[in-house]
């Protein structure tokens, strides 16, 4: 009889551990306990990536390919972004406000052209450029997490900060115009 009861009561032990931890991690995801801010970068400190993306805007000379060569000599935000990211419609207003103060340079991740022509005409366009991530390779090579994501880099092209998720005014003023300003900008 208790080698009935153990046999009965062994899996139902198991099972109630087994739930008993999916609920922890499913309430640790929902309760927003993690901050996507505070996932690490390997790139702080360090030379951006190489970037060499087609423009979704090509300039005046023809040229159709956005290189961040091109911004050396001046502190710049590059922006991941996509049409499809609620948060990156959430954060056009506070790049809008920013492009007053810093060249941004856009890069559309996982999108296409039509839809980043069209997310841009509803939110506006804050980008000195636009480069095209289409199968989110740059994504991978400069370590993004998701969308949106900016990263600052000084007039070298060394990446000195990097935040995941949405700018806001409070970041902007807590983090983004500090470190301007450590720029000299």
């Known amino acids: 009889m208790s080698k009935i009861r153990l046999s009965f009561l062994l899996p139902l032990l198991a099972f109630g551990i087994l739930a008993l931890v999916g609920a922890v991690a499913l309430y640790a995801t929902l309760s927003g306990s993690r901050d996507p801010a ?13 970037t060499n993306l087609a423009s979704l805007m090509p300039n005046d000379a023809g040229d159709n390919m956005v290189q961040l060569a091109a911004f050396r000599g001046q502190p710049l935000l590059v922006n991941f972004f996509a049409s499809w990211c ?7 207003p506070a790049l809008e406000m920013l492009s007053k103060r810093v060249a941004i340079l856009g890069i559309a991740y996982k999108d296409r052209g039509e839809d980043t022509n069209s997310f841009l005409a509803q ?4 980008f000195r450029a636009i480069g ?7 994504g991978i090579e400069w370590g993004v997490y998701g969308v949106p994501e900016t990263y600052l880099l000084d007039a070298n092209g060394v990446v000195k900060l990097r935040h995941a998720g949405p700018l806001t005014r409070g970041v902007i003023d807590a983090t983004i115009i500090p470190a301007l300003e450590a720029l000299g900008s």
Request: aromatic share 4%.
């Open 123 to 126: 939110y506006g366009n804050p």
């Open 38 to 50: 505070q996932l690490p970068s390997v790139l702080v400190n360090k030379s951006a990536p190489r």
């Open 86 to 92: 609620a948060p990156c419609r959430a954060e056009a």
């Open 132 to 138: 095209m991530d289409t199968d989110g390779r740059m």
